[in-house]
């Protein structure tokens, strides 16, 4: 088997760049490591990412993942160039096969690459250094940006998109070090989960649009529990409409009670919290 040495990969990105920069971008192969780094053959990777020319201004992206010793297709993008500086990137939602979700990337030419900014309508929902333009190979400081709220929520540093750093923002000011998955004492909601799920169920607010609209399904809420008890850094692992996710972030907001924190070695630290926010119209029997 050929293995391309560092070297050699780092001349096929740079040959890759001016193609973009210049005529439009041929077809390209870039494989991701389990740390989700650049790698240099299929061998070494856990999915990889082609891209192919269908005509001038016409591209087409397959994300491919290993599962179970075999290489599955797992998301479909097609890419439309718009202007000079502006790509729209059309994909499924992976939450709701029946939706489309429509990326639109600016980018501006570098010395190392490119800088750009995704948009997903009008809200603006990350921005970084890539060394390409799709897909993306991230690099230096990357900030990204809640899509149904426009702030803030996580700022990382890459090398080859491999995560170096997180910082997690609690407001538009200030933020946390990446926050425990699993500690010694858990949070606890006062009352346990139970009450938790109550207190989320009275003061979940539906959206008249969505029923009018007969919009339902269940937003899941990832959140972080602060030492002091308080609730900071939403973000939603599944989404399933914009009025419902709206919705469900302002439902975890408005708990009426604190947690108590959690503890790690005897001392208060952040831990990640995730529960289900659900909109479904009762019917009358």
Not at 26 to 42: G, L, M, R, W
Not at 165 to 176: A, F, G, V
Not at 274 to 280: A, D, E, S, T, Y
């Given at each position: 088997?050929?293995?391309i040495?560092?070297?050699?990969?780092?001349?096929?990105?740079?040959?890759?760049?001016?193609?973009?920069?210049?005529?439009?971008q041929?077809?390209?192969?870039?494989?991701?490591?389990?740390?989700?780094?650049?790698?240099?053959?299929?061998s070494?990777?856990?999915?990889?990412?082609?891209v192919?020319k269908?005509?001038?201004d016409?591209?087409s992206?397959?994300d491919?993942?290993?599962?179970?010793?075999?290489?599955?297709?797992?998301?479909?993008?097609?890419?439309?160039?718009?202007?000079?500086?502006l790509f729209?990137?059309?994909?499924?939602?992976q939450?709701?096969?029946?939706?489309n979700?429509?990326?639109?990337?600016?980018?501006?030419?570098t010395?190392?690459?490119?800088r750009?900014?995704?948009?997903n309508?009008?809200?603006?929902?990350q921005?970084?250094?890539?060394k390409?333009i799709?897909?993306?190979i991230?690099?230096?400081?990357?900030?990204?940006?809640?899509?149904?709220?426009?702030?803030?929520?996580?700022?990382?540093?890459y090398n080859d998109?491999?995560?170096l750093?997180?910082?997690?923002?609690?407001?538009?000011?200030?933020?946390?070090d990446?926050?425990?998955?699993?500690?010694?004492?858990?949070?606890?909601?006062?009352?346990?989960?139970?009450?938790?799920?109550?207190?989320?169920?009275k003061h979940?607010?539906?959206?008249e649009?969505?029923?009018?609209?007969n919009?339902?399904?269940?937003?899941?809420?990832?959140?972080?529990?602060?030492?002091?008890?308080?609730i900071?850094?939403?973000?939603l692992?599944?989404?399933?409409?914009?009025?419902?996710?709206?919705?469900?972030?302002?439902t975890?907001?408005?708990l009426?009670?604190?947690f108590k924190?959690?503890e790690q070695?005897?001392?208060?630290?952040?831990v990640?919290y995730?529960?289900?926010?659900?909109?479904?119209i009762?019917?009358?029997e």
């Open positions: 088997m050929k293995v040495t560092p070297i050699r990969l780092n001349f096929i990105l740079c040959l890759i760049i001016v193609s973009v920069g210049a005529s439009g041929h077809d390209t192969t870039i494989y991701f490591s389990i740390y989700s780094k650049v790698t240099d053959s299929k070494n990777a856990v999915y990889y990412s082609q192919v269908k005509e001038n016409l591209f992206m397959m491919y993942t290993l599962k179970n010793k075999r290489w599955i297709p797992s998301n479909y993008t097609v890419i439309r160039r718009e202007n000079d500086n729209r990137l059309t994909s499924q939602s939450t709701n096969k029946s939706k979700v429509i990326v639109k990337r600016f980018f501006i030419r010395d190392s690459g490119y750009i900014k995704d948009y309508d009008t809200i603006l929902i921005e970084g250094k890539s390409l799709f897909p993306l991230k690099f230096g400081t990357w900030r990204f940006y809640n899509s149904s709220t426009g702030k803030i929520s996580t700022e990382r540093t998109d491999q995560i750093t997180s910082n997690y923002y609690i407001s538009d000011t200030e933020y946390i990446e926050p425990f998955v699993i500690v010694e004492k858990m949070p606890v909601y006062p009352g346990g989960d139970a009450v938790l799920l109550q207190d989320i169920a979940t607010m539906y959206p649009e969505a029923k009018e609209k919009i339902t399904g269940s937003v899941l809420v990832r959140f972080a529990i602060l030492k002091d008890g308080s900071g850094c939403v973000s692992p599944k989404k399933v409409h914009p009025l419902l996710d709206t919705a469900a972030i302002k975890v907001y408005s009426p009670k604190q924190p959690g070695g005897g001392r208060k630290v952040n990640w995730m529960v289900p926010v659900n909109f479904f009762q019917t009358k």
